[in-house]
């Protein structure tokens, strides 16, 4: 089965990723762990840049990349630094659960899901999709930007035929599914490759703005180490705005040394398409605009998927962002 994680770029991320050791963790007082909740693909190309030229060094930070450990963060006493990436409503979920964790910065502002179809189909509109079978998981973000989708628009539901699982790219492949929620840079270029002459629908065209994946630290980190973590956020800065500043030296940087041209096209395309998504509307890179978060967390309560208030203002913090555009890293960071 074709899923954007098996698209050529998750090798060269699979490199940088190493098992982490607690001990070690605890012997270096520069080390930052980030976390992943999500695949490895190309949405980490600041993070990666950020560490291969050395932006994270510059801060005296080491980094090391690792899965997400499952773990009690009400028990965080803040002497190891561990910054996760993660969709901001599972986030929301984990706060709401009581787990003491703050987004100090936006990685994707805008979501990129995307509802995919092969353009045989003739889907022009949401209205078009009356009729259709429409794959998503409904444990995932794809799931949640259907519902808000559905919520916006005028389309019966009991017009489509759902298939409420992970199905990948696989029934658009096999032909088996009319529309499926994917990843826009992500699984368009899956599709690309394959060969499928696809459309896409946008949710943003629909007036769905909902916020994509956040960087999130614990609370006990943001007391004890605040210092460390503008330091990271200043070299993720750097980072991206290197990767949009100099995207051929970004590809000849993440691309494996076998990689064909054709694939080092497709991962300059890639970088191109994440754009819109972590920049909207020009926005600095981090900045996700509190009403980003009141609009996610106010559908999330009313689709009882929150059922315990949240204080926007103690979840989310935006003084160490400022902080990190206050003071710069060289040269390189040049776009706004």
């Not at 992500?186 to 599709?191: E, F, V």
Request: charged share 20%.
């Amino acid at each position: 089965m074709l899923h954007h994680t098996s698209l050529f770029i998750i090798c060269l991320v699979a490199l940088l990723f190493h098992p982490l050791n607690s001990t070690d963790s605890c012997a270096d007082p520069s080390l930052v762990v980030v976390e992943l909740t999500g695949p490895r693909d190309i949405s980490l190309a600041g993070a990666l840049v950020a560490s291969k030229e050395g932006f994270f060094a510059q801060q005296g930070l080491s980094i090391r990349f690792s899965p997400h450990q499952e773990r009690d963060s009400r028990s965080d006493d803040g002497s190891t630094v561990i910054v996760r990436l993660q969709n901001a409503h599972d986030f929301l979920l984990a706060r709401a659960a009581g787990a003491p964790l703050v987004a100090i910065a936006g990685n994707y502002v805008d979501s990129s899901v995307t509802l995919f179809f092969r353009r045989d189909r003739n889907i022009h509109s949401a209205q078009d999709l009356a009729g259709k079978s429409i794959g998503y998981d409904p444990n995932s973000d794809t799931g949640l930007i259907f519902e808000w989708f559905l919520a916006k628009n005028s389309v019966s539901r009991s017009t489509m035929a759902e298939r409420q699982l992970d199905p990948g790219l696989q029934g658009l492949l096999d032909n088996s599914i009319d529309v499926v929620l994917g990843h826009s840079g992500l699984d368009s270029l899956a599709l690309e490759k394959a060969g499928i002459d696809y459309g896409t629908l946008d949710p943003r065209a629909y007036g769905v703005h909902a916020l994509g994946t956040v960087y999130v630290a614990s609370e006990a980190n943001l007391r004890q180490r605040p210092e460390t973590l503008v330091r990271f956020l200043r070299a993720l800065i750097a980072g991206w705005d290197y990767a949009y500043n100099h995207p051929d030296q970004t590809v000849a940087l993440l691309a494996s040394p076998t990689d064909s041209d054709a694939q080092r096209n497709a991962l300059k395309r890639a970088l191109q398409q994440q754009r819109e998504y972590q920049r909207p509307g020009g926005v600095r890179f981090g900045e996700a605009l509190r009403s980003r978060w009141s609009d996610l967390y106010t559908f999330m309560s009313q689709r009882r998927l929150i059922r315990t208030p949240i204080d926007l203002s103690k979840a989310t913090d935006t003084k160490l962002l400022t902080e990190a555009y206050r003071v710069r890293l060289g040269p390189t960071s040049t776009a706004e």
